[in-house]
């Protein structure tokens, strides 16, 4: 089946500019998380949603970050007012329950932001 | 200081090597450690997952976690070009999955 997706794959914008970031996960997949990871370093988490309730948003750098889930599928990272500090692949994972050993999250191909 | 930390090497072995790659972590409360692989362009994927203390073993992979010491590692054996990768290791503390990621160490498999 299809693994996670994410679009667009890569986004040049200006600084100042809004940025919207689109994930799909893997279809049945109750949790989703997005990450930030830049080169040369591991994911750094930055938000976690069960179902659409967004249960956890401490790794968002700043209130430019937002992030939602709506409908419990499809998820929505926003990056407002970008700022060259911004630049970074964002990537999204999905698991099937969220908890436990054993569950997995599933990562997609990841968006690579570059704010000139 | 970084809650998990790793060699970022590039470490650079010869085919058929055994490798270990290791991490450190600081905080107490993770409970389950793993291993991913990330190829070059690609999203990190599971390769190894495992609760507490001990050793796990799936083919030439072992993972083994010393929480006394709060150290990590895993193991390659007969090790192959096609492992070329950066190994991620990672860990969470349980409950809905939070997981720190180390720097990543990237390996290069020479035939």
């Known amino acids: 089946g299809a693994g996670v997706s994410q679009s667009p794959r890569y986004k040049v914008t200006k600084r100042g500019q809004d940025v919207a970031l689109r994930c799909d996960p893997i279809s049945g997949h109750v949790s989703l998380y997005w990450y930030r990871q830049a080169l040369g370093q591991g994911p750094e988490f930055l938000t976690y949603?069960?179902?659409?309730?967004?249960?956890?948003k401490s790794g968002l750098p700043n209130d430019r970050f937002s992030a939602e889930r709506p409908e419990g599928s499809i998820s929505t990272l926003t990056i407002q007012r970008t700022e060259q500090r911004d630049s970074a692949m964002y990537r999204c994972?999905?698991?099937?329950?969220?908890?436990?050993?054993?569950?997995?999250?599933?990562f997609g191909p990841g968006t690579r932001l570059t704010v000139l | 200081q970084k809650e998990v930390e790793q060699d970022p090497g590039p470490l650079s072995v010869p085919e058929g090597a055994i490798v270990s790659l290791n991490c450190t972590y600081s905080n107490s409360a993770f409970q389950y450690f793993m291993w991913y692989r990330q190829y070059s362009r690609k999203g990190p994927e599971l390769l190894m997952y495992t609760y507490s203390s001990g050793n796990k073993e799936d083919g030439r992979f072992t993972a083994q976690v010393d929480k006394s010491s709060k150290y990590i590692s895993l193991f390659i054996r007969d090790s192959q070009p096609s492992d070329s990768a950066t190994y991620l290791c990672?860990?969470?503390?349980?409950?809905?999955?939070?997981?720190?990621f180390g720097t990543g160490t990237k390996l290069q498999v020479i035939p």
């Open positions: 990672a860990s969470h503390s349980g409950g809905y999955q939070k997981v720190t």
């Open positions: 994972a999905s698991s099937l329950v969220g908890s436990g050993m054993g569950d997995e999250q599933f």
């Open positions: 949603f069960n179902y659409e309730a967004q249960q956890d």
